[in-house]
């Protein structure tokens, strides 16, 4: 199949899963982006088991936004049936998938997509199942000329992305990035949803399994790096951007970056980064909370019985942390999060991506990401601008199709300035 968007889909976007906590947000962030009038026109439609539920989220969201949604298009689709999954599919470019959790609902909806021959982006931050992902589809996904791209949200756009923007802005060999997740103490009165809550158990508990899946969609070793980064492994001080402790953090992002890596590795025969993962707070005392809470969640998920409780007495092993009705619009936004990225390498290139620099990295170079929300608001901001791309600048994706990573998907796209234009800024601190 030919790279290009078919033509006569009924719609370019279709929202599925609207009906849920996310699902609700990404309307939102619909609604604002085509208020805003920074991008296209676009057609789009929600979807989702029962059309009384998704009448009742277009009121709720169109009383939010001051925006009668009256005459947005409804499909009724259900993950349990593939069938309405299939003709869900053929009626749009994209399908913006926000039903969760991804590692027993997802694989339904991309085998709907790739039967269609339509693109489908998604949240998923659960590494394992990304991996599996490729490894089973990418052929498929291939042939039928569609993307599959997941994390596609604040895991993994601000972290996958921010890398290319540094390579681009440092022009240069770029030899490692530090990121310094920054999310401030008003957290700790935030709220997570059940469904944001079993996705992150399911991330960890399939954390020793990463790995082998690794080896077998890459079997080649990147080369071993000469400049090595490091690993933090103490909590240590850090005053770009934010002042503040920090501890390693192990984010689904440190899998996306390295799938992203052995791709460009491979296939555009690019110089590997280095990447290295931290959370930071402002006292030493919230980090070490943070640290102490780690090591329990942890401990628990060590055994079939600590996940069962994690998993089904989510608000007691939480401390109220994880609720049903998830986060007020509140503490959404009163919720704001930072990424420090700190990359470091050389003025020049080398004349291929295994040969080493004589001397050590001698560029330094720090982007900064701010944003609001980053479970709900932010994540969508990337999700939606993500779909708009992919419409916009479809010439501008790698290959002819396949399953990416967004550091992948979206190197040679302008999706950074679009974020720009909606609430994610990405700006070089001096």
Known sequence: MSKMIEKNRKYNIIIFGATGFSGKHAIEEIVKTLKAGHSEKFSWAVAARSVEKLNDVLVEVGKITETDLGNVEKVIADVSNEASLEEMARQCDIVVNNVGPYAQYGEAVIKACIKARTHHIDLSAESHDLTEMQIRYQKDAEE??????????FDSIPNECGIQYLQQKLNGDLNSVESYVYIGSNFLTNKLNFGTWTSILHFYTQFRKLRPLL???YPEELPKPKYKLRQKICLHQNSIGENGWCMPFPHPDLWAVERSQNYFYKNEK?????????????NIFLTLLIAIGAIFLGLLLQCRLGVYLLDTFPRLFSLGFVSK??????????????????????????????????SPPDKTITLKIDGVNPAYGATNTCLIQAALTILAEFEALPSKGGVFTPGVAFSKTSIVQRLNKHGLTFNFVE
Do not use: D, N
């Open 144 to 153: 039928a000329g569609v993307y599959i791209i997941g994390s596609c949200g």
């Open 270 to 282: 690019k110089r590997p980064i280095q990447f290295r993962a931290y959370l930071k707070q402002s």
């Open 325 to 358: 009705e998830g986060p007020t619009r509140e503490q959404m936004e009163a919720f704001k999060f930072s990424f420090t990225l700190i990359g470091k390498g050389w003025g020049a290139k080398t004349e291929y991506p295994a040969q080493e620099h004589p």
């Open 215 to 217: 080896k077998k969609l």
